[in-house]
């Protein structure tokens, strides 16, 4: 069966960090680029981030740069997306996705 799972989000304090993982399978996971989207209330969905299948190149949404970092290990099936020095306007729902298959999402909330 072909899924992405993701799971860590919450609900945390602005400044806060949270670490997101995704959890890959029924597919060949090291062939495909993955990446984290978001989405809002207000907002489309949006690239936030995304790595090579490697895992040695990656790039990013440019407000989340700097304060986010994608990695994934390619023998355990995962992708993760640490998000440091949260911000009000990251609240959103993250989905891990190879742009074909996508997670189920999981939300995170910046709040005081």
């Known amino acids: 069966q072909v899924q992405l799972v993701e799971s860590g989000g919450g609900l945390v304090q602005p400044g806060a960090s949270l670490r997101l993982s995704c959890e890959a399978s029924g597919f060949t996971f090291s062939n495909y680029a993955m990446s984290w989207y978001r989405q809002g209330l207000k907002n489309e969905r949006e690239l936030v981030a995304r790595v090579w299948p490697s895992g040695d190149t990656s790039d990013y949404l440019a407000s989340v740069k700097g304060r986010f970092t994608i990695s994934r290990d390619n023998d355990k099936n995962m992708v993760y997306l640490q998000m440091d020095v949260l911000k009000p306007e990251d609240t959103a729902v993250y989905y891990c996705?190879?742009?074909?298959?996508w997670g189920q999402g999981t939300q995170v909330t910046v709040s005081s």
């Open positions: 996705s190879t742009g074909v298959i």
